[in-house]
Every structure is written in C-alpha cells, then in structure tokens.
C-alpha cells in the first residue's frame, strides 16, 4: 500500500453543479481524498440551484470565489434554453480570460474502433469567428436578405495560444505539434495565425517538432490515421469542431475531460454536461470529471498523484472490469468510485 506524504493544501473553487453534477462530484472528491490530493474545497452553488436562488447560473459568491482561488474543479451547469441565458462556458472563458482550452483523447477502453490513440487538442477560446459579429443586411423588403459575420484573430492572441501549445508539448513530453489552419481561403483571418504560430516554432526548433494541416485535410486524417498526429493547435472554431471528432474516435464524450486555462486562472470540468435523464439516479460516470480533476493535479505540479488516480482508473475499467451502466456494466457511481479507491490503494 502507498502511503501519501502529506502535502501543503491549496484553496480551490468546487461547483457540484446540476443534474448529475452532485452525484459525480460526490465520487469524485472522495477518490481525491483517498489519493492525498491538496485541495481545499470552497463548494459554491451554480447552474440551477442558483437560478432559483438568485435568477443567475453564476452568482457573484461563485465568481469571488474563482477570483480568490484562481482554481476551479466544475461539474456540469445546465444553460436553460431561452430566458436570455448566456452560455455559462463562454460567461467563464471572457470573465476569466481563459484563452486555451485543453482537450486530451486517449484510448482508455479497448475493442472500440481506434486502439492506442493518444492526441491532444489546444483550441484558443477566445477569438476567431466564436467572437459572432454578426448582422443582417436588409434589401428591399427582406429583412434578413444578406447575413454577415467577422471573426478577429489577433497576433498577440495566436502567439499566447502557439506558446502554450509548444510549451505543453514540452512539459509533457510531446513530440509534435500540428499547427490547423484555413490560410488558402481566409487567407488573413487564418493566415495571421498559420504566420505566428509558425514563428513560434522556430523558439522550439530542435526541441518539437511542427507541421501544418489545412483544417478540412485534417479532419480526414484524424479518421484515416490519427496516430500520426500528437497535439494539435488551432483557432476556436475548427478546434471546437476538432475536438469532438477526437472524443468521438476514443469512444464520445463520457470519458472527455477538458481545462480552460488562463494567464493566473484555471477551470477543469468534463465535457459531457449535466444528463437530466439519469439524473438523480446514483448511476452516473464520473471518470470525466475525474480525469478533469487529473488535469488540475497535473496543473499544480502533484503529477504523481495524476498519474496514480489514471492508473487506478484504467485498471478498474480494464482489469477489474467495474464499469457504469454507459460503458456497459451495472455499477453505480459510488460502487465504481469504490471500485477505484481499492485499486489507489492497491
Ligand atoms: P449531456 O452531455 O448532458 O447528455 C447527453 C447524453 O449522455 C445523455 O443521454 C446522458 O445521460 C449521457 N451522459 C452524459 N454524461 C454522462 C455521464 N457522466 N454518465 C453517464 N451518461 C452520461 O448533453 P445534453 O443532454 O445535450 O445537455 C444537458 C444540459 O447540460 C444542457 O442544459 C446543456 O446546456 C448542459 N451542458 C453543460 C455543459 C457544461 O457545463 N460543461 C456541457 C454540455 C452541456
């Protein structure tokens, strides 16, 4: 059995969240518990709850507390549809200028149609066309006759996102980046960003590699041959786009985690949101969230303490075949978070 030295605690913000939220939340602080994980749980209210408390998914007690911690483990908020509510993600990413979001997909359950993939996408969160000025142009007597849309890449914005990904190559022992891209049409929208991000990797020159793939090649190759690739880069869009097709070669989005990091502030949730139709009913997964959590430790150097919480994971799914009832097998959420608080202290 490891025994864990004691670590000095650390300030971090907890969001249960709604629907399933709670419950994986639940799971998931008591693996980090019986792991020796640092973190300092202020627990604050957001998503539906806080709507019926104050009319608001992210009420001012929950942003100061993000302010304050600079650190924040999120479970899922649902964005009610219509009512004038703003995403809750996008509202995060600008209040907190949370600029790169970190997407990894690995293979975690073989049998399914791609084994071994390990990839990681960096998609920039703040700028491209998800910025949406957009306006209609009326002609005669149509309203929306024209629609028109701009998107803003800036140098300073590509060169942030280049860096991390270069940087988070290094620190993680990638060999590559790809750089995504759409310069031989939006030739100056993406073009800026093809230009810097390749500047940016003559600092890396001999230490990671690079190339380039135009976004519609890539995606095709993410299906034809996804080994090849390592971590990608790329604006907002595409990588939005991107993403989803790499949780979709590794088996969807029950086992994606995601981080949207900033310059002093960092969020890390699961990609899957709050699945009012199981909700309530203790059977939820919450490896996503875990491995969200991984992300954080990783984030605030217990990488150690990462890697562990993975490798218990795996062996629970792959060895000890314990699985929820999306992955195919009848455990409940705390017989399967049980399940891996054994095998952490195995
Ligand atoms: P969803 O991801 O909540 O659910 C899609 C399907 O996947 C459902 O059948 C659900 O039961 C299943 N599922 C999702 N997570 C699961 C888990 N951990 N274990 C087992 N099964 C799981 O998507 P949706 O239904 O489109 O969205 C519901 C609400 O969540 C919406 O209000 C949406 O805005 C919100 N949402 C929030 C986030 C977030 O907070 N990051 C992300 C996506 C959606």
Partial sequence: MTVSQPVSKLPATLIPGDGIGPEITDAVVAILEAAGAPFEWDVQQGGLPAI???????????LDSIRRTKLALKGPLTT???GGFRSVNVRLREEFELYANVRPGRTIIPGGRYEDIDVVLIRENLEGLYVAFEHYVAIGDDPHAVALGSGINTRAGCRRIAKYAFEYALKNGRKKVTIVHKANVMKILTGLFLETAREVAKEYEGRVQVDDRIVDA?????????WQFDVLVATNLFGDI???????????????????????????????????????????NPTALLYAACM???????????????????????????RTGDLGGKATTKEYAAAVIRRLAA
């Fill in 218 to 226: 890539c995606a095709m190759q993410l299906v034809l041959n996804p």
């Fill in 80 to 82: 009610p549809v219509g």
């Fill in 296 to 322: 954080m430790l990783d984030h605030v150097g217990h990488r150690d303490m990462a890697a562990r919480i993975r490798t218990a994971v795996d062996r629970t799914l792959r060895e000890d075949n314990v």
């Fill in 52 to 62: 019926k408390e104050c009319g608001d998914p992210l009420p001012p007690p929950l």
């Fill in 242 to 284: 991107l993403s989803d097709e790499i949780a979709g070669l590794v088996g969807g989005l029950g086992l994606a985690p995601g981080a949207n990091i900033g310059v002093d502030t960092a969020i890390f949730e699961a990609v899957h949101g709050s699945a009012p139709d199981i909700a309530g009913k203790g059977i939820a």
